[in-house]
């Protein structure tokens, strides 16, 4: 039977975040370290020993009761433990006491209005709209956070939900890239047409390429990580302006 232990191996963990996930008719939990696995969730912990406090996959954490290899096999086609674990932290739900549900449904609730501020602006004067709106138009359209999704995915379903309530839509950044043909030629085009979401003009002034581009302002950085590593330094980005316009499907 398997037991769960603190790092130091001296005494067994009741303090633990347990996730669980109902697949092929039995229940599966982990053991995770307390506020790791919305970290996770978010990417902003990526490595997976800092989540887990153990790799075994478990019928029932509390009691120490490891799953079977053939329970792992039958459910999830597989019996690595490390990559059930990383399903389970993705899919399953996490196991909190209210006050602690509360606590993180606040703390999330509070980065997805963030993030709905700073992405969205009002069509009709285009500027972004305060904090305290965005929260109280959710709250009034019966936004629920879903624990089993990290901020951005709930801040999608946010936007789409206040689309019915209010005048909203996301903004777009206009942007100038400009770099040599033989810096990067059809490749690094592709690639930067890619991550648009309109290309408003392409011209060629000699051997340098200029594109006119409107991005989701989140693929500024990549953008120009990309241009600078596929030109070494060589290729031009330009801010323009923000720009507002309404809305495609493509989102972040």
């Not at 930067?192 to 390429?209: M, R």
């Amino acid at each position: 039977m398997s037991k769960i232990f603190t790092p130091t191996n001296q005494i067994r963990l009741t303090n633990v975040a347990i996730v669980r996930l109902k697949k092929g008719g039995k229940r599966f939990e982990i053991a995770c370290y307390k506020n790791k696995v919305l970290s996770w969730r978010s990417n902003s912990e990526k490595d997976i020993d800092e989540v887990l406090q153990t790799h075994t996959v478990f019928t029932n954490v509390s009691k120490g009761q490891a799953a079977k290899k053939d329970e792992l096999q039958k459910a999830f086609n597989k019996t690595d433990e490390t990559e059930i674990c990383k399903e389970i932290l993705s899919k399953g739900e996490l196991q909190v006491s209210e006050k602690e549900r509360q606590s993180c449904l606040d703390t999330q609730l509070n980065s997805i209005v963030n993030s709905v501020a700073a992405l969205c602006v009002n069509p009709e004067t285009r500027r972004p709209y305060p904090a305290s709106i965005i929260e109280k138009s959710l709250k009034d359209a019966h936004f629920s956070v879903k624990m089993n999704r990290n901020t951005k995915q709930n801040t999608l379903e946010a936007i789409k939900i206040l689309k019915d309530h209010m005048p909203i839509e996301r903004s777009r950044m206009k942007l100038r890239v400009s770099f040599a043909g033989k810096e990067g030629g059809g490749k690094l085009k592709e690639s930067v047409v890619k991550l648009a979401n309109t290309v408003e003009h392409e011209e060629w002034d000699e051997a340098t390429l200029h594109l006119t581009l409107l991005i989701d302002p989140g693929q500024y950085r990549v953008i120009d990580e990309l241009v600078r590593n596929e030109t070494k330094g060589k290729g031009l980005l330009e801010l323009l302006e923000l720009k507002e316009v309404v809305e495609s499907e493509e989102l972040f």
